[in-house]
């Protein structure tokens, strides 16, 4: 081989390693960054569910008092059921090493379409949004449950009406699910301090 066409070889060799090297810091960065929201949600979550227990033990309304045990335990066991889920997908992966969760979880798919636990995690969804609804009369607030809790089609960003599950976990980064999903419980926990903040304004 003529000297030249080496010469080119090895800068090519070169150019390509160093490109992988980039990749590979990037996607590093970016489950690291992942994994650092889910930290943060939680805590967030944490601060607002021990606020959420001083608006609860607030309401003084005997009818009230009833409505707020209701949307206490299906929040409660939504955001549970959710954990089970997250527990599931990691199954035996170390929760805080976000270099091995790189590989995408389709738990809610299969080759033809949604699995079980994907049609059973989107009734539990429509379940709990539409439970919820029933115990506020508020407008803006039933507006906030139903936006926080939709699971109907969205459009993408070429304005293509694509599945909520697909458009949030399919082929998504094992990392990037389990952030969604503490962002579920993150919203849910929001949705509830609303309705406690509702309540207490309506007993005044």
Do not use: C
Request: hydrophobic share 40%; glycine share 4%.
């Amino acid at each position: 081989m003529k000297k030249p066409l080496l010469i080119i070889l090895f800068l090519l060799i070169f150019i390509i390693s160093g490109i992988s090297i980039i990749v590979i810091k990037s996607s590093r960065e970016v489950l690291t960054a992942f994994g650092e929201m889910d930290n943060s949600l939680k805590k967030s979550r944490r601060f607002v569910e021990k606020e959420n227990d001083s608006l609860f033990y607030a309401i003084q309304n005997e009818k009230l008092i009833h409505k707020a045990n209701k949307v206490d335990s299906l929040t409660t066991t939504f955001k549970e059921y959710i954990e089970s889920i997250k527990q599931e997908m990691l199954g035996v992966k170390d929760p805080n090493n976000y270099e091995l969760m790189d590989q995408p979880n389709n738990m809610f798919f299969t080759e033809s379409g949604l699995s079980e636990k994907g049609k059973e995690f989107i009734a539990k969804t429509d379940q709990l949004r539409e439970e919820l609804l029933i115990m506020v009369e508020t407008p803006e607030l039933k507006s906030d449950i139903a936006n926080k809790l939709v699971t109907g089609q969205l459009r993408d960003r070429d304005g293509r009406r694509i599945d909520w599950l697909v458009f949030n976990f399919k082929d998504f980064p094992l990392v990037a699910s389990v952030t969604k999903l503490t962002q579920i419980q993150s919203d849910v926990s929001t949705i509830e301090s609303e309705i406690y903040k509702d309540y207490l304004a309506k007993q005044k």
